[in-house]
């Protein structure tokens, strides 16, 4: 049973970063995309970024471009969303989202089949 599990999420001052993890545990071919979205509270769901497969291809929210970066460790199934320069509006639950056999990476949330629980971050301004 595939399974994803976010860390890395916490309580930062605007203009701080943070590191998240999402660890995929369940299936061991690596091929497969992962997006990372945010919901801020009273929202809903937003895209944020996503990575192909083979870490080739990556996208982001225009919101998030040159501030966060999305990479992965395939050997460690780990894909990462690093984000730097962190604004009060960025304040949110992120989830990493998966989707085995593809090639692309969608910003679509109802594109992906797996998502984990989500990890809580809160920027202070």
């Known amino acids: 049973q595939v399974q994803l599990v976010e860390s890395g999420g916490g309580q930062v001052q605007a203009g701080g970063s943070l590191r998240l993890s999402c660890v995929a545990s369940?299936?061991?071919?690596?091929?497969?995309?992962v997006g990372w979205f945010r919901q801020p509270p009273g929202t809903e769901r937003e895209f944020v970024a996503s990575?192909?497969?083979?870490?080739?291809?990556?996208y982001y929210a225009d919101s998030v471009k040159g501030r966060f970066t999305i990479s992965r460790e395939n050997a460690k199934n780990t894909v990462y969303l690093q984000m730097n320069n962190l604004r009060f509006e960025d304040t949110g639950v992120y989830y990493c989202a998966a989707k085995w056999g593809v090639v692309a990476a969608y910003r679509t949330r109802t594109w992906y089949d797996y998502w984990g629980q989500g990890t809580q971050v809160t920027v202070s301004s």
């Open positions: 990575v192909t497969g083979n870490g080739g291809s990556t």
């Open positions: 369940g299936r061991t071919d690596s091929s497969y995309a």
